[in-house]
């Protein structure tokens, strides 16, 4: 096996016996203020930071939910309920501040998201999730019910006190291949049929809409770009089918790249956290929270090295990955409003960071490999070799500030763009289109004339 496989990223579908993972993690931010842990725990277990008083809270001991980049707020509705994370407080036993207060606030609001499958059809379902796991491993595979109905393929997390839970898209894709709509089922054993409000398959995140008879416990997003590494994090979720587990680390590492799954309709992502709180298969789609309670990602893979758990599965050995909360946020505003995520494009092939990094002569801003002919950005006079340096009112000093951007971007939104032909500043203004399915866009790529290699534009 090469080291590239033996590394490969398994994708979190989080079947007990299935090996296969995606997954998560939480955050804790009083060391953000560059204290020492020491002190830390000094300044809450003495005076004028005593044992139990909150450690953090924002005013009116109210949290309030951290608006997505686009400035609009991500709580749907005012129900009189407050966030899970208002009024969270820690505990100081023999000197050590306890997370026990502040996860027994935020627990309620974490679901198990899976499948009700009535007591007839349970052999039809083994069956049909035997055909999804690999030959090799059908024979000695046994695969649990856990006693009951429903079965427990990922996580997930409350967001809106009137029913909006946020998981991955690959956890609601299995509910939907193998089974009937996805089931969330609460702490306190309360199941909710839910229906798929929208996915999206470029972050792999999925929005899920149950209807409650009253308003449900939900959790508000932290800012993540203000996480900094070695801040505390806390991941809530059921790994293995291990309903409501609770692990604890640090934000080990941010801007990690991840290879979207073959056949996930995905791109490759290059803004993940990376966190060593342990997570395993099932943690999919469950929050990573601060010391705050407030959600700062959404726990989605895990790197193994070939590690296998007890249960059959890839295992935690300390390298989780998380969405970041920001994007998140974004992209549940959209799927929320919209059922979909719109992005803009331009009609152009730029150099992966990777690429970019490993070029022979580094330039400032994004080279343009290839512009697709009759695209917004050739109907705007741009040419292939050309090195857009502005666009809008924000400068791109890499390519992953333009997809960013771009990403970001309303579609129909005419910006003014600076770029570097041959040496010389240029201007143009270009309309950004939707962005078109993944396979049209590698079709086009393909195509004769296709993208050029970076080394040969900056030669």
């Known amino acids: 096996m090469s080291k590239r496989s033996s590394l490969l990223l398994a ?40 044992p139990g008083s909150p450690v953090t809270t924002a005013p009116s001991g109210q949290s309030r ?42 627990r309620p609001a974490v679901v198990s998201v899976g499948l009700y499958i009535p007591e007839e059809e349970l052999a039809e379902y083994r069956q049909r999730m035997l055909r999804r796991m690999p030959q090799q491993h ?3 595979s046994e695969i649990p019910f856990l006693g009951g109905r429903f079965i427990p393929l990922g996580s997930g997390f409350v967001v809106s006190p009137s029913g909006l839970v946020v998981t991955n898209k690959h956890v609601v894709d299995v509910t939907v291949e193998v089974g009937p709509n996805p089931t969330i089922r609460l702490v306190n054993g309360e199941t909710y049929e839910a229906e798929i409000a929208g996915s999206d ?16 416990e939900y959790m508000t997003w932290a800012d993540s770009d203000q996480t900094r590494i070695g801040d505390w994090l806390i991941a809530i979720g ?32 290059d803004d993940y956290l990376q966190t060593d709180a342990a997570i395993n298969p099932g943690n999919s789609g469950g929050p990573l929270i601060n010391v705050n309670g407030q959600v700062v990602g959404i726990n989605t893979a895990i790197q193994t090295a070939g590690v296998q758990s007890p249960f059959g599965a890839p295992g935690n050995i300390g390298i989780g990955f998380a969405i970041p909360s920001n994007l998140a946020s974004w992209v549940i505003q959209k799927l929320d409003s919209h059922g979909e995520v719109e992005r803009g494009y331009i009609g152009v092939q730029i150099p992966s960071s990777s690429v970019e990094r490993e070029a ?30 502005r666009m809008g009112d924000h400068a791109i000093p890499d390519s992953k500030s333009l997809i960013d951007y771009l990403a970001r971007t309303d ?18 203004t270009v309309t950004v289109a939707k962005r078109p399915p993944v396979d049209e866009i590698d079709r086009t790529l393909n195509e004769p004339k296709g993208p050029m290699d970076l080394d040969d534009i900056l030669e």
């Open 238 to 269: 059921n790994p293995f089918g291990l309903e409501s587990s609770v692990s604890l680390g640090i934000l080990s590492a941010r801007g990690r790249q991840l290879e979207a799954p073959p056949g996930s309709g995905g791109h490759t992502y």
């Open 65 to 106: 939910p951290v608006p997505p980049p686009d400035g609009k707020p991500v709580n749907f509705e005012s129900s009189g309920k407050l966030p899970v994370s208002a009024g969270v407080e820690t505990s100081s036993e023999g000197g050590f501040p306890s997370l026990a207060p502040l996860v027994e606030q935020c």
């Open 138 to 140: 059908r024979e000695e």
């Open 11 to 50: 994708l979190l579908l989080l079947m007990i016996g299935v090996g296969v993972g995606l997954v998560g993690g939480y955050g804790v931010s009083e060391m953000s203020r560059g204290r020492s842990l020491t002190q830390v725990v000094q300044d809450i277990a003495t005076p004028g930071h005593k």
């Open 201 to 216: 398959a470029e972050t792999d995140v999925a929005l899920l809409r149950v209807h409650p008879s009253e308003p449900m």
């Open 411 to 428: 579609v129909g939104a005419r910006l003014d763009v600076e770029f570097i032909r041959d040496g010389k500043n240029m201007t143009a």
């Open 360 to 389: 022979s002569s580094r330039v400032e801003g994004a080279t343009l490999l290839f512009v697709e002919p009759d695209g917004p950005a050739a109907e705007a006079g741009l040419k292939t070799g050309d090195v857009i340096i």
